[in-house]
């Protein structure tokens, strides 16, 4: 796979060393080697959760990612863990990697190990301390669709890059090239789709159209489609009281939180996130990104959470909202006597082409659907013409009628007119350079999927990025918008 950039490889070893050994750990060189006792429990619990989480992406990395690709645990740690803070990585830190059994176990030095395993269509999972396999029996996910270089564009291949009339072929690979030149974004996938045809891609070296790369936040726009087509099937409802049986005690105040709430992440749950900053990121106390680092049933972690304020009332970009829907999902479809952990594909992707979805779970097989799923390049171009086409696939409606239009409008509790239905908005806007009408489902380190109805547009952009990618979005976007015919 594509080694990292030659002034960010060569600067691996000391930063990561720096800022994991000083700012993770909290031991200033200068400090006394004798911590209070709260400190040290805390710098363990950082240390114990860097082992989990990073044992979690290189198994990932070596197994969802690379199942097709053969990677080395040197080339995932050196790509996908090391250069980035966030998760902890240190030179000190060991790895076993038991092939066999497909588990993975990470030791950091003073912490207690901890080890994540890969299940196959499940793909990995953090275990409990101690433990060496889950807790749910793994399941096989059928991909329905047939041959994709048989088939035509958008369910197969055939035709996908066929020449729209009109579009400065040229101007669009200069902005793509520019794009792929910026290597602090790290960007690994570049694709814009118009009128429905990929007018133009690019992939760093080693990946390809067909790579599955982890996308983070967007699996919670993954999470409101399948609460949109539990919808349209006339299962639920958007302002129905969240069906979940924790809060419809008769003093709850929960019962009265709606799904239209919940995909408005305005639910008033009580649900601290510290994201990735502060001597606590990597602790319990961090209930929000917890669900990332720590092995607990995250629907159970999610739905018992005490309400803080009242429901539609106040916006937060919390994981408690799209994990509660995560299980009305799990509740609603084995209330129908379907098979859960094979619903998305049969019901979402098998129905627009797309063939790479990984979706990982918890120990207990919940989806980690806000934040732990793995898709093609491709295939999030498909999943954004869902959106361009108001939810309509070939003539089937697939997402209830006025779904795009909500999901891309302000929730009402959000001042700053940022989010709407699981998706980012252009509203205030963002990116200036962009048409407002733009929306978007939006992972960690700039992973992006972008609909622009107005110029019948879907723009994909993947990798881990340090930072910073919306400036360098709207200059993209821009130069592709130059290239294309005016409406």
């Known amino acids: 796979m594509k080694q990292f950039p030659n002034a960010i490889r060569i600067g691996i070893t000391f930063v990561v060393a720096l800022n994991c ?19 040290e429990k805390t710098r363990q619990e950082n240390l114990e959760y860097c082992a989990a989480i990073c044992a979690h992406h290189l198994s990932s990395g070596l197994w969802v990612v690379g199942r097709n690709y053969q990677r080395t645990p040197e080339e995932v740690i050196a790509e996908d863990i090391a250069p980035f803070r966030y998760f902890g990585w240190s030179p000190d830190f060991k790895y076993q990697v038991d092939e066999e059994r497909r588990l993975v176990t990470v030791i950091a030095p003073g912490a207690v190990p901890r080890s994540a395993r890969y299940t196959g269509d499940q793909g990995s999972t953090i275990l409990p301390r101690d433990e060496t396999d889950v807790f749910f029996k793994p399941v096989r996910v059928p991909r329905r669709s047939s041959d994709p270089a048989n088939q035509a564009w958008p369910m197969g ?53 067909d790579t599955p790369q982890i996308s983070w936040s967007q699996g919670k726009s993954i999470t409101a489609t399948l609460i949109g087509i539990l919808i349209q099937r006339g299962l639920l409802s958007l302002d129905q009281p969240a069906p979940i049986k924790e809060w419809q005690g008769a003093d709850d105040p929960r019962r009265e939180i709606r799904i239209r709430d919940l995909l408005q992440m305005s639910s008033g749950l ?30 159970e972690h999610a739905v018992n959470q005490p309400l803080k304020v009242p429901p539609g009332t106040r916006y937060r970009y919390l994981n408690s909202d799209p994990l509660s829907l995560g299980r009305i999902i799990c509740d609603t479809v084995e209330a129908q006597g379907e098979d859960y952990l094979t619903f998305p594909q049969r019901e979402l992707f098998d129905r627009i082409g797309i063939r790479s979805a990984v979706l990982e779970t918890d120990a207990w097989g919940n989806f980690i659907l806000s934040g732990y799923d793995y898709l093609s390049a491709r295939d999030w171009i498909r999943f954004g013409l869902l959106y361009l086409h108001d939810g309509i696939w070939q003539g089937e409606r697939i997402l209830p009628e006025g779904w795009t239009k909500f999901v891309s409008s302000p929730a009402p509790a959000d001042a700053k007119k940022d989010y709407g239905g699981m998706f980012w908005l252009n509203l205030r806007p963002r990116m200036d350079r962009v048409p407002k009408d733009a929306y978007w489902s939006a992972g960690f380190m700039g992973q ?40």
């Open 21 to 39: 050994l000083l700012q993770l750990r909290g031991l200033p060189a200068a400090e006394p080697t004798k911590a209070p006792q709260s400190d």
């Open 157 to 209: 291949e055939v035709g996908a890059t066929e020449p729209v009339p009109g579009v400065n072929s040229k101007e669009v690979a200069a902005a793509l090239d520019w794009a792929m030149e910026q290597e602090k974004q790290n960007t690994r996938a570049f694709v814009v789709a118009y009128q429905g045809k990929i007018i133009g891609e690019r992939y760093a070296p080693g990946w390809t159209k």
């Open 270 to 299: 009580d649900f601290t996130n510290l994201s990735f900053n502060g001597p606590e990121k990597l602790t319990p106390k961090n209930e929000h990104m917890r669900v990332y680092f720590d092995s607990l049933n995250v629907l």
């Open 448 to 487: 992006v999927t972008i609909v622009i109805p107005s110029r019948n547009l879907v723009v994909v952009r993947m990798g881990p990025s340090p930072g910073g990618v919306y400036p360098y979005l709207n200059e993209v976007i821009a130069r592709v918008l130059d290239a294309l015919p005016e409406n």
